[in-house]
């Protein structure tokens, strides 16, 4: 039994640094791509604004380049 309590410890601790080591950074980074693109958008929208022609063809690119990823 004590030796399973062990082995149930390192496990713990492997998802533990597994959560650490891998899904941390994972949600930091998709929380900072999700601002980067709606900085995009915003700015997007901005130039839309002053220029309409040139936009669609930004937006499109933009799209192009999120279906890429």
Known sequence: ??????VHSVSMLKSLI????HLV???ISV???????DLLFYV???SSLK???SVKNKQSVVRKQ???L
């Open 1 to 6: 039994a004590r030796w399973l309590d062990q």
């Open 18 to 21: 597994f959560f650490r080591v």
């Open 25 to 27: 950074p994972k949600m």
């Open 31 to 37: 929380f900072f791509y999700v601002n980067i693109t």
């Open 44 to 46: 997007i929208f901005l």
């Open 51 to 53: 220029n309409h022609k």
């Open 66 to 68: 999120i279906h890429v």
